[in-house]
C-alpha cells in the first residue's frame, strides 16, 4: 500500500477540517466506521472539512492508503442518508 507521504501529501494532518477513516469493517471488505456521522455532523455544524474513506492513520503525520474493497456497501449507506436528508 502507498502512503500520502509518497504520494505527494507530506504536510497532511488530522485536524478539525480533515479526518481520515479507514472503512473496513469487521470483515475487512469496507463498511462506513460508527464514528462516521459524529465526525460528518461536527464538520457540517462548524466550517466544514473533508473526510477521506480507505485511508489508516500511522502516525501524526503519515497515513496508509488502504482503499475499499466493497465500495458498494459504503456506498449504499451514505447513499441512503442523502435520500433522507
Known amino acids: 500500500m502507498a502512503t500520502l507521504n509518497e504520494l505527494g501529501f507530506e504536510s497532511i494532518s488530522e485536524d478539525f477540517d480533515f479526518e481520515a477513516k479507514k472503512a473496513a469493517g469487521k470483515d475487512g471488505a469496507g463498511e ?3 464514528d462516521f456521522f459524529a465526525t460528518y455532523s461536527a464538520m457540517a455544524n462548524s466550517y466544514g472539512g473533508v473526510v477521506l474513506l480507505g485511508l489508516e492513520q500511522l502516525s501524526e503525520t503519515e497515513f496508509s492508503v488502504n482503499g475499499i474493497q466493497n ?3 459504503v456506498g ?3 447513499h441512503s442518508v442523502e435520500t433522507l436528508g
Request: glycine share 0%; charged share 20%.
Open 76 to 78: 449504499l449507506v451514505l
Open 32 to 34: 462506513l466506521p460508527l
Open 71 to 73: 465500495t458498494e456497501r
